[in-house]
């Protein structure tokens, strides 16, 4: 479900908004962090926000995503680095130029169909989501904001006189409404909330409840691509569309429906133990690495080579070289055929891979007579069987075990988002890749807890029969197409009831 919160300046949206996410368990999207972000980024990069081109090469490799704890960029959480006045003085300057509006506009919309989300801003639910499933516009006459404003501002200790911050609200009121480009003024199906007089809770619980009412579907709070897994698809994607031949040896992500497309853009899936001769083209590493020796025969072989390894996966591979070049003998926690586990250990001299199931006696005895064992993990396995079997061995090898958690923190969120979902439905639809083990793994959750739990790819994997309440999850790999289409296709086809509501709208 998407709200979009608009409205006037000092009308409090940024409070509210923040307070509808924490009290839905919402993720909250700052559209102006990402614009401080940006702002931060090409300031270091040493570019000029006249520059377009330059603008523009630095926006293509640029990447928002969500998790638990809000906008992630690049793959990095943002910090309290863009909360200076001086980035906020840069944000005001990169906001100006049109190419930057465009492109944070369409990272908005990207962001608003991960999950939950509760937008605010000035043109949310007219112009960057205005098919939002909620749209608020909330708003309090002039005095009433002013008032606000001079309260908020003496509390943080800036004096300011309530005629100074009126003639100021009065003249942005009129700037807002009256630019060319997405003027403010409320959405043709917007709701319009007029604060005036009310307290913050009362705004809160009012569009809390409106929610309520129209929420049908539990959809988790983060869906679609991770960070990884995003980068190297829309890298690939500006490959293929740029007129390049473009290769890969083996899946780029784990969904059968992402590499279709891939295909039909051009990429060609081969096989580098027969590869041979010089080839024209650009051959792609994919988002779980390859062993050096692989990398090492492409590079021979085709005139460019570009690594779409997964900055978080080659950030493990980095530990287990590190940890290795110690003195540690390293135990892989993970699958044998795995590409991620096939990568890491073409990088090491001295390992073992343990899998999920085996028995953990028998692999205590690989370990006898070694001081010094180093533990770290697939970055897609369960967080829950990872604790067991590492717990198990310090347990037993005590202060000859150092253990790394290097499980990614998506797929843990996910693992946890799985558990909530199946305890406040009657089936939660997993969708991904078959071949997905971060997406078999949610399965495997829900299944544990006693609840029904269907893997999806196509709408024909979905069943005819009643689902009772139903929420949605899914895979790192999983693109928003593929979940949007579930999406609408139980909006359309079936009755599925939150509370006993029914006849609105799924999301």
Do not use: W
Not at 313 to 319: D, I
């Amino acid at each position: 479900m998407r709200i979009a919160i608009d409205g006037p300046a000092a009308s409090g949206k940024s409070t509210v908004a923040r307070l509808v996410a924490e009290k839905l368990d919402f993720v909250y999207i700052d559209t102006g962090a990402m614009y401080r972000a940006l702002a931060l980024k090409a300031k270091k990069a040493g570019i000029s926000f006249s520059n377009a081109d330059e603008m523009a090469e630095l926006m293509s490799h640029t990447y928002f995503s969500l998790s638990d704890s809000g906008i992630i960029l690049d793959g990095s959480p943002l910090g309290d680095e863009i909360r200076t006045r001086e980035v906020s003085l840069l944000s005001s300057d990169i906001a100006k130029y049109s190419y930057v509006r465009d492109f944070l506009t369409e990272q908005q919309r990207t962001l608003s169909k991960q999950g939950n989300v509760v937008m605010e801003g000035r043109d949310i639910g007219t112009v960057v989501i205005p098919e939002a499933e909620l749209k608020i516009f909330l708003t309090a006459s002039a005095g009433e904001r002013a008032r606000r404003r001079v309260k908020q501002l003496k509390s943080s200790g800036v004096e300011a006189t309530y005629d100074e911050i009126l003639a100021e609200i009065e003249r942005r009121d009129l700037n807002d409404s009256t630019r060319s480009v997405a003027p403010l003024k409320a959405a043709s199906d917007a709701i319009i909330l007029d604060t005036t007089g009310m307290s913050i809770e009362e705004v809160v619980s009012r569009i809390v409840s409106l929610a309520e009412k129209r929420q049908r579907v539990h959809l988790a709070r983060s869906v679609g691509f991770c960070y990884g897994v995003d980068r190297a698809v829309s890298e690939a994607v500006k490959l293929l569309k740029s007129g390049k031949k473009v290769y890969a040896t083996g899946e780029i992500v784990h969904n059968e429906k992402v590499m279709d497309d891939l295909k039909q853009l051009g990429l060609e899936v081969i096989d580098d133990c027969i590869l041979s001769g010089r080839h024209e083209g650009v051959a792609i590493i994919r988002a779980h690495g390859i062993d050096p020796a692989s990398e090492e025969k492409l590079r021979r072989v085709f005139d460019e080579v570009i690594d779409l390894t997964c900055p978080i996966v080659y950030n493990v591979f980095s530990l287990a070289v590190d940890l290795q070049r110690q003195g540690s003998f390293i135990v892989v926690y993970g699958k044998k055929n795995h590409a991620e586990v096939t990568a890491l250990s073409g990088r090491l001299n001295r390992y073992l891979i343990v899998e999920p199931g085996e028995n953990y006696e028998e692999v205590l005895k690989k370990l006898e007579g070694l001081d010094q064992i180093a533990i770290v993990s697939q970055t897609t396995m369960s967080s829950l069987e990872f604790e067991n079997f590492s717990g198990f061995a310090k347990s037993r090898l005590g202060e000859r075990v150092a253990v790394y958690n290097t499980i990614c923190k998506v797929t843990i969120q996910r693992e946890s988002e799985a558990e909530r979902l199946a305890k406040i439905s009657d089936t939660v639809i997993v969708i991904g890749g078959k071949n997905s083990s971060n997406t078999k793994k949610l399965v495997e959750i829900v299944q544990r807890l006693g609840k029904r739990a269907l893997h999806v790819t196509e709408l024909t994997d979905l069943p005819q029969g009643d689902m009772g309440k139903v929420a949605i999850i899914s895979g790192t790999s999983t693109p928003y197409e593929q979940i949007q289409k579930i999406l609408d296709y139980i909006d359309n086809k079936r009755e599925v009831t939150n509370n006993g509501r029914e006849n609105e709208s799924a999301r």
